[in-house]
């Protein structure tokens, strides 16, 4: 049974908390994801979520950052649909913290944004993040070759994505 994770908006005061985090998780993140790692990263990444199509969402367990949940190019009217990208801090990753945080997430996604379609891309190589989606129930869509420039190089990505009447539902 993974420990109780919940999750909340991303504020300001988060700032050293998530800069001091994503620095010690370097070395997880290496090759997968390239997070801000000063105050000046973190503002430029927070001000994104005051435009209405990124929403930040941080897991935490018993008052400690277990990562980072975030909805990015939200885009709703006749769309509803955002992407979904996530990250667990060092120390905290594989103990079904960031499952269950990512399935909270998806259900704020479909609930409270009211999201149609949520869509994950994520390397090949990214076992864990691909039986994480797995077991969410989301389903493999296609492949992206050079999707997205990490640590210097265009990597490939695979499209995963839920929809939100799509069974299983997240519990």
């Not at 210097?152 to 997240?170: M, S, T, V």
Request: proline content about 4%; charged content about 25%.
């Amino acid at each position: 049974m993974p420990d109780l994770v919940t999750i909340r908006h991303v504020t300001e005061t988060d700032v050293d908390a998530l800069v001091r985090g994503n620095r010690a998780s370097r070395g997880l993140h290496m090759h997968w994801v390239e997070p801000f790692t000063d105050r000046e990263g973190f503002h430029r990444w927070f001000a994104g979520t005051l435009t209405g199509r990124k929403v930040a969402l941080l897991a935490e367990r018993d008052g400690d950052i277990a990562g980072v949940v975030t909805f990015s190019e939200i885009v709703m009217d006749s769309f509803c649909s955002a992407y979904l990208g996530y990250y667990a801090m060092a120390g905290m990753q594989g103990r079904g913290l960031m499952t269950r945080a990512v399935e909270l997430a998806v259900l704020h996604g479909f609930n409270e944004i009211g999201l149609h379609r949520i869509e994950v891309n994520i390397q090949p190589d990214n076992l864990r993040s691909r039986a994480l989606v797995k077991r969410l129930g989301f389903r493999l869509e296609g492949y992206s070759p050079r999707y997205l420039r990490i640590a210097g190089l265009w990597r490939d990505h695979e499209r995963w994505a839920k929809l939100a009447d799509d069974e299983p539902r997240p519990r």
